[in-house]
């Protein structure tokens, strides 16, 4: 394909080949797809090509065996006399393998994923679809085009001393952004006649919006809710402006890689994360605290409540036990008043002066009222201490 | 066969020359025919084109859409706040003529480096104005500042046979030097705001920690109400149980609680007793009959 354009630019001067570098590969691919490449209605070329080159081989046999007796009359019969053997099979081959060479050139193949633009001789003439197609050289050229395969540009890769990924925000804090761009061709005309670099356009292009995007927003949001809408802002805007320039590319999708914050202060904002679950901690740890007490509390309340009733079981079961009692001696006692009280009373003192240490005195001894007498002289700890020990003894 | 000698060099300089004297002009391009320098023809229409072989020449520009991007340069908005600002600008070659008549044989390399330093100059001009900020480049203005910068390099652009499609800015950062300080603030900021996370933190623990204790003790006390109430109840009770039992014959109980309390209070081991033997109980360890 490369001889292919090469007639229209190869008279001419110094700036018509800038493009010509795009399609240097083009000749391998066709020359790959050829053996295999018959699609779609051109078909039937093929074995004509064929035909061709066999009717060549049989006219060179021809020649080598008519050369030897034609040598006689030397180039009677042919159109120059000037070169040695020019007979008129060599000039009828030599004119096959040129219209060879040219059907050779004319014909091209466009592979599924590409278009073909056609230029009639220089001007635009038609796009051409996936098969074989023919342009016949010189007139018509023709350049094929990648258009479905998806081309990414890495934009905002920082490497070494590089401040490319770090754009300025609003609040003029800084941000580390690292983003993709896929893009493919919507209109291969338009993209070869509008835009020299398509790649480069694309890569400035998008860093411009995505640094304008970045420098109208503040940091915060950038750092994680926005993220989505700025991919889909950017891809809308760099869309928009492509379209501008009439370039004919399509932005397939944009991928915010990274926004975080630089290197130099990512420890910053690690901290702030740990300080964020520092305090989440300490409010867990709150309210723990505040579990573990109030159900304490309310267990203790429950215990204090239920020993206020224990206690009123209690006493009311005591005064009830202890009003029957009465009732039953009393219901005794009335039936024989004097008896009972005195029975009572002795087997009651009978108990009680059987316990006790007593001294007993004789009225004489203790002396009439208010003489004094011996009570205040008694040494009555003694006594008592007598008594213990002659118990414990 | 003396005619035939020369009819091939003969048929192969005319066609030569035919050669030579067409050209097709891409859609790419545009050309300009040129006869001893001198700029005769101008083909901005792709097709076929004719020009006297040999003397005339054709000489293609590239009617596509080009890039340029302009060098790093400082700028001073008018906060004297310094930013490092590159643009790039996307143009075209409007008028092959004046093109050609401005940048000479030089072509597109002289045409960038002349763009280039037009650029330069506006983005100083526009972005060193008095009412533009810092703050404004860093803010949706930043468009209309580029716009700005297009509409005021479209003279001078204009003058090379020039036409900008587009005037973005890309790059607008800080200083080397400035860029350190604006890490510290960030840093300094983040500082700020852990710090205040972890004295949320305690604040939020100590007041839930306080109010925890406050219902601990409004509990307690409630239910030690409660049970002072009950208990008092109970006693209330108690006393009722009593009353009604004791009243049917309070001089019987006096004497049957009275004996009751001698019985609980005087016990062997904590009392003694000195007495003398005419109580009720002596009665007759000191006489065989009652009375005297």
Redesign the interface.
Known sequence: MAGNSGGPWGGGGHDGGEGRDDRNDRPDDQRGQRPNGGRGGNDPQIPEIDELVKKGQEQLRVLMGGRGGGRGDGGGGGAGGDGPGLSRGTIGLGLLVVFGLWLFQSFYTVKPEEQSVELFLGEFYQVGNPGLNFAPWPIITAQTVNVTSERTEDIGQRQGRGNEGLMLTTDANIVDINFQVVWNIADPSRLLFNIRDPQLTVQAVSESIMREIIARSTLAPILNRDRGIIADTAMQNIQETLDDYESGIRIVRVNLDKADPPEEVIDSFREVQAAEQERDRLQRQADAYANRVLAEARGEAAQTLEQSEGYRARVVNEARGDASRFTSVLTEYSKAPEVTRKRLYLETMQRVMGEIDKTILDNSVVGAEGSGGIVPYLPLNELRRNSTTGQGN | ?GK??Y??PLLVILGFLG??SI???????K?LVLQFGQIKAVKE????AFKIPLIQ???????????L?TDTIEVTPSDDRRLIVDA?A?YRIRDVVQFRQAVGVG??PVAEDRLGSVLNAQIREVLGADQVT??S????E??DLARRIRAQSRTSAEGLGLEI??V???????PEQN?EA??AR??AE??R??????A???E??????A???R???E??S???R???V??G???A???A??A???G??PE??A??RS??A??ES????N????????S???DYLRSSTTGQ
């Open positions: 066969m035939f000698k009819f091939i050669l030579s050209f097709v002009v891409d859609e790419r391009e050309a229409e792709p097709g076929l020449e054709v000489v293609r520009y590239d009617d596509r859409i080009l890039s991007d790039f996307r072509g597109l810092s703050d480049i860093l803010s949706p930043r468009g499609v587009d973005r800015l890309k790059q607008t950062n800080l860029l604006t890490f960030m840093r983040r500082d705001e852990a710090a205040d996370e972890v949320r933190g305690n939020a623990a100590q007041r839930v920690r109010l925890a204790d219902t601990v003790t509990t307690l409630d239910a030690e409660e049970a002072q009950i208990r109840e109970a006693d009770e108690r006393n149980i009593y009604g039992a004791y049917t014959d019987f109980f004497f049957y004996l009751e001698y019985e005087l016990q062997g081991g009392s003694s007793m000195v007495m003398t033997p005419d009720e109980f002596f």
